[in-house]
């Protein structure tokens, strides 16, 4: 761009507006955690969700080769990373450009490379989350035991409205498998309430929803307008203030059952990644497999380093954390 600009050229964007097959590639990212780090496996996104602008501002899907990304975990790991997070507008709907590995099946190379304990990915799509997916969080153990499957809402009429591309039943599918796996996976996912045309009916069919999948975390938004989007021909009658509600009453559910689903770990012995401490709480922090933040004391003999793992008994519970002490 800069050459472009010093060459005369006065109208340089940084927008490929679709038109490139090429996907970034980067010798250096910069990462702040010396101990987490990210690996962007595919850009773009070709889904067009009524609501989204990302298509528009990220391009279409452009996935590296999983050689690259496998290059990339190997370095990671030899500069001393133990978690490795693969990141996507809608990271499972990964394509080789190689044609050598399928998304679970990279998701798993990732996992084997030495000196990787953590393993994460996000965000899902539902309409390309496959059962060979859990099948690689069963089998390999470095895979952690959570997955963020967005649904936006429990009614089928709304999701076709937004054009997402998979229905109630369909996303339910996937929820099935999820729960049928070896090992328990910690469910989240996004919503959004009010958007145009929602009824209150299928409002409480997303409640519904709640009820049945009982998600470990819930990131809840009221609709608004984004430019460029199809939405925006759709007739947004609902009013804000009933926007507003609907997001509390959500919300409000959603905290019970967390506090519910949190409380069953009470007495667990979990694995926490140790991320910092908290000086006037005397405090350490981390998360834990499933992703749950753990909030943990240890004995003055005992100073844990950030970036080690640890093992905590669950002594209490909230419902957006997990209290407890750490096991020597």
């Known amino acids: 761009m800069l050459v472009q600009i010093e060459a005369g050229n006065r109208h340089v964007t940084g927008l490929d507006d679709r038109q490139t097959d090429e996907c970034f590639e980067t010798e250096f990212t910069s990462r702040t955690n010396p101990h987490r780090g990210y690996i962007t496996i595919i850009e773009g996104c070709d889904k067009f969700c009524a609501y989204c602008v990302v298509p528009f501002t990220r391009g279409k899907e452009r996935s590296r080769t999983s050689d690259s990304v496998l290059a990339e975990a190997r370095q990671m790991a030899d500069l001393g990373y133990t978690e490795i997070q693969l990141l996507g507008q809608n990271v499972n709907s ?3 450009p190689a044609g050598k590995k399928s998304f679970a099946e990279l998701l798993a190379a990732v996992g084997q490379v030495p000196g990787i304990k953590r393993v994460r990915f996000t965000t899902s799509h539902p309409r390309d989350f496959g059962k060979d997916i859990v ?7 470095t895979l952690c035991d959570h997955v963020h499957l967005p649904v936006q809402s429990g009614s089928t009429r709304v999701l076709d409205a937004m054009q997402r591309l998979y229905n109630r039943d369909q996303y339910l599918e996937r929820i ?24 209150e009916a299928e409002f409480e069919q997303t409640l519904g929803l709640l009820d049945h999948v009982e998600y470990d975390g819930v990131f809840s938004f009221k609709y608004s307008p984004r ?3 199809p939405a925006l021909s759709l007739d947004d ?3 804000d203030e009933e926007k507003s509600r609907r997001l509390a009453v959500l919300m ?12 069953r770990h009470i007495g667990d012995v979990l694995e926490v990644m140790v991320e910092g401490k908290n000086d006037a709480r005397s405090q350490w922090g981390g998360r834990t497999s499933q992703n749950k933040v753990l909030n943990f004391s240890a004995d003055k003999a005992v100073c844990p380093s950030i970036g080690s793992y640890a093992s905590v008994r669950v002594t209490g519970s909230f419902p957006n954390s997990l209290l407890g002490e750490m096991v020597i």
Do not use: C, H
């Open 94 to 96: 990964y394509k080789d």
């Open 135 to 141: 099948d690689a969080i069963d089998s390999v153990p």
């Open 176 to 199: 099935a498998w999820l729960k049928a796996a070896r090992r328990e996976i910690s469910l989240t996912t996004d919503i959004i309430v009010g958007f145009p045309g929602e009824t």
């Open 227 to 229: 430019p460029n989007t």
């Open 237 to 239: 009658a609902i009013p």
């Open 252 to 263: 409000e559910r959603q905290r019970e059952i967390q506090k519910r689903r949190n409380q």
